[in-house]
Nanobody, 116 residues
Framework: QVQVVESGGGLVQAGGSLRLSCVASGSIFSINTMGWYRQAPGQQREFVADITRDGSTSYADSVKGRFTISRDSAKNTAYLQMNSLKPEDTAVYYC??????????WGQGTQVTVSS
């Protein structure tokens, strides 16, 4: 089992910045991809960004140029730096961890609210 804990959410004005953190613990060997997803009220959960063990990154078009994902493998931690935040970025942000055996683990989520 892998435990996943997110932190760093909060309330920020439009144009502001936040940094989310995701820490994985437990059976952390063979963790491959760490990523972020978000879910706004009444909407489906959507992909935001992810990063592989070798550092390859992917981003949703809606956040390219504004968000940056990074990873500290020694600390089993992934970060999501969010700049130039918009009200439409308001959502619960979830961290997803995928191991090489394709098992997937989710955190409980952290709320991000961007006021206009």
């Amino acid at each position: 089992q892998v435990q996943v804990v997110e932190s760093g959410g909060g309330l920020v004005q439009a144009g502001g910045s936040l940094r989310l953190s995701c820490v994985a613990s437990g059976s952390i060997f063979s963790i491959n991809t760490m990523g972020w997803y978000r879910q706004a009220p009444g909407q489906q959960r959507e992909f935001v960004a992810d990063i592989t063990r070798d550092g390859s990154t992917s981003y949703a078009d809606s956040v390219k140029g504004r968000f940056t994902i990074s990873r500290d493998s020694a600390k089993n931690t992934a970060y999501l730096q969010m700049n130039s935040l918009k009200p439409e970025d308001t959502a619960v942000y979830y961290c997803r961890v995928r191991r090489t055996n394709r098992s997937i683990y989710w955190g409980q989520g952290t709320q991000v609210t961007v006021s206009s």
